[in-house]
Nanobody, 122 residues
Framework: QVQLVESGGGLVQPGGSLRLSCAAS????????MSWVRQAPGKGLEWLAG????????YYGNSVVGRSTISRDNAKNTLYLQMRDLKSDDTAVYYC???????????????WGQGTQVTVSS
């Protein structure tokens, strides 16, 4: 049974930083591309970042490029998202997402975590 559990969200002031974590279980974590996706209030889903199974290649969406780092520790089955210079527009529920089994289909997601709330406000 696949399980993805996000943590690390909370209230942070504009310009602050935060590190989100995702504990994965129920599958071979080291074999899959992983992503972070968020949903801001009243908005649709937005893909933020993705990382190859090996952790050697990472990709970022325009909203977070230059101020975020996605990483993973395959020995601990854990995915991370480090964010800095947070803005009010970063307020959202952040989800850890697993890509599916189809080779190369990195953005065909098959499992989602429950989400962790990030609120950026002064």
């Amino acid at each position: 049974q696949v399980q993805l559990v996000e943590s690390g969200g909370g209230l942070v002031q504009p310009g602050g930083s935060l590190r989100l974590s995702c504990a994965a279980s129920g599958f071979t974590f080291s074999s899959f591309y992983m992503s972070w996706v968020r949903q801001a209030p009243g908005k649709g889903l937005e893909w933020l970042a993705g990382i190859f199974s090996t952790g050697t290649n990472a990709y970022y969406g325009n909203s977070v490029v230059g101020r975020s780092t996605i990483s993973r520790d395959n020995a601990k089955n854990t995915l991370y998202l480090q964010m800095r210079d947070l803005k009010s527009d970063d307020t959202a529920v952040y989800y850890c997402v697993k890509s599916g089994e189809v080779p190369g289909a990195y953005y065909e997601f098959d499992y989602w975590g429950q989400g962790t709330q990030v609120t950026v406000s002064s």
